[in-house]
């Protein structure tokens, strides 16, 4: 019984079948055509299977390792990150998160599946700092709306703006994406994400 196994005993809605871990890479079971259509699943399993494989690389680590003060500080970080995420797999099991946060989610999903971490860098930092324009300065002086104002929609805002629960998830998912991208050893160093 590995840890990802008792991992996955829990009472999840979205809970499958025993995933096995080699090489360090999760082993997806093939997706029915209903369930690579279904975001709020796909977007629970993929980032609740990068929890378990974090959880399973951490405990498998020498005791020596563990009690030291990096070793300590990444198994903080693991547990913070847990505390911070389970609030988006609540939203993604009563399939209660808004569209344009889920369609984002769902990209940067299957950007890391697809080893497209530029990409999936990409698409989090669009649900983060959004693309919305940051006007500088007065606005509105004139009696007519500026053209450039019709390109503020919502798509464009940046969701981490929204609340304090909002910020703390989507700080989980990044930190689950850099440690899918440490893991996919298979992935060409050209679609990393290097941060210096």
Partial sequence: ASAAAVASANNDTFTTADKTTTNEQQQQPELTKEEQNDKPKRIYRYFKSLLRQWEAELN???????????????????KQCKDYIRPLFTLCKRREIEESLQNHLFNI???????????????????AIGRAAWPIGVTMVGIHARSGRAKIESANVAHVMNSELQRKYLTSVKRLMSFAQRVRVDVDPSKKVVNL
């Avoid at 020498?62 to 693991?78: F, Q, V």
């Fill in 60 to 78: 498998s680590r020498p005791d020596a390792i563990k009690r030291t003060m990096s070793g300590k500080n990444e198994t903080k970080t693991l």
């Fill in 109 to 127: 999903v299957l950007y890391c599946e697809q080893g497209e971490f530029v990409k999936a860098h990409d698409a989090y930092l669009d649900v």
